[in-house]
């Protein structure tokens, strides 16, 4: 491999890695935000409860994300140093807002949660949590809305001097169609994954009997929360591929493997390919879907593989214009098949769970359990298909990826980054498991004794974790 290939491996393992943790984050943290307000509003003593146990797993997971992010960065900088070069001025301004108003919001108000419980008035310290959940969702935004120009090149100009690409409309970088789009369909993702992860963490206590009286309704409202969410998965994913069949139609036909323009188009179940992605060996198709999500018509056009590569050659001259097309295929119907199955598992649990009932068969409980992994998987398999969709550009249309490689960092350099970096990511996915495990096992804390009207007993610890 040389360094082109060795920094996109990179590239590849550090955002991955780092996106596991993010989706869980954002969703968690309003799930918790709900959780203390429930407790505020009504004072019942489980809903305290289920805020600190739940909230005890989202701080792990917080400082998880903020490790791998930082790393992250670092090998932006030494990895794509002609590619930073070109869109600095771009990607400076939303990724400063994130970092300054954003991120501050998150930390700042997080701290304040943890270490207020018992010093703040409740209703200053529920505030709290939810600035920091806010926050949470505002640095998806302005991260996702820099993501987007790469997908979407909005508000810019390129400088032919210097060649640098130099913000001309900062409103037309942060309202780009695609990021709007991206941030709908990620947010659903989101509360998906954490209400999965509630569902099958409640699932392993519930079925050791252990403190129904927190884990029913985590499980009630991680259910609903999932259902919800898995509904809005779908809907702001139909809306997406119509915005990438028009933006990027090379991605859509990729993701289909659909080598040839036809009008209707049928949805491929399942397509053997030449190794080289080149030509259709084998496929099952449902007739008139594809044409469907690709133009909300069930007659409309959909471009083929062979099509697009022509008219893009024509457009940005000479080259292979073509993503993996097997990568961009299976990761596609990864994404789908997984979300699917998540929203199928919510829909079944709330039936069995309805009007207080207790599900007795013996299949439910572990399906819950292995349910957690399935919003993960679609997360990273959606975010490969997502940038590998992309290739081979870096910023569609406008930066080829290879010409974004940093020209001075060798090869060796960066596999030796690349195996430092894949076994810190090793150390820490092995800490944060063992973590999660023990403190998913160990429970919600136990109930809060009556206050001592005589005022003799000692103030409680501030930090009550």
């Given at each position: 491999?040389?360094?082109?290939?060795?920094?996109?491996w990179?590239?590849?393992?550090?955002?991955?890695?780092?996106?596991?943790?993010?989706?869980?984050?954002?969703?968690?943290?309003?799930?918790?935000?709900?959780?203390?307000?429930?407790?505020?509003?009504?004072?019942?003593?489980?809903?305290?409860?289920?805020?600190?146990?739940?909230?005890?797993?989202?701080?792990?997971?917080?400082?998880?994300?903020?490790?791998?992010g930082i790393?992250?960065?670092?090998?932006?900088?030494?990895?794509?140093?002609?590619?930073?070069t070109?869109?600095?001025?771009?990607?400076?301004?939303?990724?400063?807002?994130?970092?300054?108003?954003?991120?501050?919001?998150?930390?700042?108000?997080l701290?304040l949660?943890?270490?207020?419980?018992?010093?703040?008035?409740?209703?200053l310290?529920?505030?709290?949590?939810?600035?920091?959940?806010?926050?949470?969702?505002?640095?998806?935004?302005?991260?996702?809305?820099?993501n987007?120009?790469?997908?979407?090149?909005?508000?810019?100009?390129?400088?032919?001097?210097?060649?640098?690409a130099?913000?001309?409309?900062?409103?037309?970088?942060?309202?780009n169609?695609?990021?709007?789009?991206?941030?709908?369909?990620?947010?659903?993702?989101?509360?998906?994954?954490?209400?999965?992860?509630?569902?099958?963490?409640?699932?392993w206590?519930?079925?050791?009997?252990?403190?129904?009286?927190v884990?029913?309704?985590?499980?009630?409202l991680?259910?609903?929360?999932?259902?919800?969410?898995?509904?809005?998965?779908?809907?702001?994913?139909?809306?997406?591929?119509?915005?990438?069949?028009?933006?990027?139609?090379?991605?859509?036909?990729?993701?289909?493997?659909?080598?040839?323009?036809?009008?209707?188009?049928?949805?491929?179940?399942?397509?053997?390919?030449?190794?080289?992605?080149?030509q259709?060996?084998?496929?099952?198709?449902?007739?008139?879907?594809?044409?469907?999500?690709?133009?909300?018509?069930?007659?409309?056009?959909?471009e083929?593989?062979?099509?697009?590569?022509?008219?893009?050659?024509?457009?940005?001259?000479?080259?292979?214009?073509?993503?993996?097309?097997?990568?961009?295929?299976?990761t596609?119907?990864?994404?789908?098949?997984?979300?699917?199955?998540s929203?199928?598992?919510?829909?079944?649990?709330?039936?069995?769970?309805?009007r207080?009932?207790?599900?007795?068969?013996?299949?439910?409980?572990?399906?819950?359990?292995?349910?957690?992994?399935?919003?993960?998987?679609?997360?990273?398999?959606?975010w490969?298909?997502?940038?590998?969709?992309?290739?081979?550009?870096?910023?569609?249309?406008?930066l080829?990826?290879a010409?974004?490689?940093?020209?001075?960092?060798?090869?060796?350099?960066?596999?030796?980054?690349?195996?430092?970096?894949?076994?810190?990511?090793?150390?820490?996915?092995?800490?944060?498991?063992?973590l999660?495990?023990?403190?998913?096992?160990?429970?919600?804390?136990?109930?809060?004794?009556?206050?001592?009207?005589?005022?003799?007993?000692p103030?409680?610890?501030?930090?009550?974790?």
């Open positions: 491999m040389n360094n082109l290939d060795l920094a996109r990179q590239f590849g393992i550090t955002t991955v890695y780092h996106f596991i943790f993010v989706p869980l984050t954002i969703g968690l943290s309003f799930l918790v935000a709900g959780m203390q307000t429930a407790w505020v509003r009504t004072g019942n003593e489980r809903y305290r409860r289920m805020t600190k146990f739940w909230g005890k797993l989202f701080l792990i997971n917080f400082a998880m994300g903020v490790a791998t790393v992250q960065e670092f090998q932006f900088g030494m990895n794509w140093s002609d590619y930073s070109f869109v600095g001025d771009i990607f400076g301004a939303p990724l400063a807002i994130e970092g300054l108003l954003a991120f501050f919001l998150e930390s700042t108000f701290g949660w943890i270490f207020g419980w018992d010093r703040l008035p409740k209703r310290h529920l505030a709290t949590i939810w600035i920091a959940a806010i926050g949470t969702v505002l640095s998806a935004y302005f991260i996702l809305a820099a987007s120009w790469m997908q979407h090149p909005v508000g810019y100009q390129v400088d032919p001097a210097t060649h640098r130099e913000l001309t409309d900062f409103g037309a970088l942060l309202t169609s695609t990021a709007v789009g991206a941030f709908a369909h990620t947010i659903t993702a989101c509360f998906l994954t954490a209400g999965m992860f509630v569902v099958g963490i409640s699932a206590q519930l079925k050791r009997k252990r403190s129904p009286e884990f029913r309704p985590s499980m009630r991680a259910l609903v929360t999932a259902l919800i969410a898995s509904l809005g998965v779908i809907v702001t994913g139909d809306l997406q591929a119509r915005l990438m069949t028009e933006q990027q139609p090379m991605k859509m036909a990729a993701a289909e493997a659909l080598y040839d323009t036809v009008a209707p188009a049928s949805f491929s179940l399942f397509t053997i390919g030449s190794l080289d992605g080149s259709e060996k084998f496929s099952i198709r449902v007739p008139r879907i594809l044409s469907f999500m690709a133009t909300g018509s069930f007659d409309g056009e959909v083929g593989i062979n099509d697009v590569q022509t008219a893009e050659q024509q457009k940005y001259g000479p080259g292979d214009y073509r993503p993996n097309i097997p990568t961009t295929y299976w596609f119907r990864f994404m789908i098949g997984f979300g699917f199955l929203a199928l598992l919510s829909a079944v649990g709330l039936w069995l769970f309805r207080g009932r207790t599900p007795a068969g013996r299949w439910f409980y572990p399906a819950a359990v292995a349910s957690i992994a399935l919003p993960f998987l679609a997360n990273s398999v959606g490969i298909f997502t940038e590998m969709g992309r290739q081979p550009w870096s910023v569609f249309g406008v080829k990826t010409d974004s490689v940093s020209p001075t960092v060798s090869a060796g350099t960066v596999l030796t980054s690349l195996i430092v970096f894949t076994v810190l990511y090793g150390v820490l996915a092995v800490v944060d498991g063992v999660m495990v023990r403190y998913a096992k160990a429970g919600p804390p136990e109930p809060e004794a009556p206050p001592d009207e005589t005022g003799s007993e103030r409680p610890a501030a930090f009550a974790y």
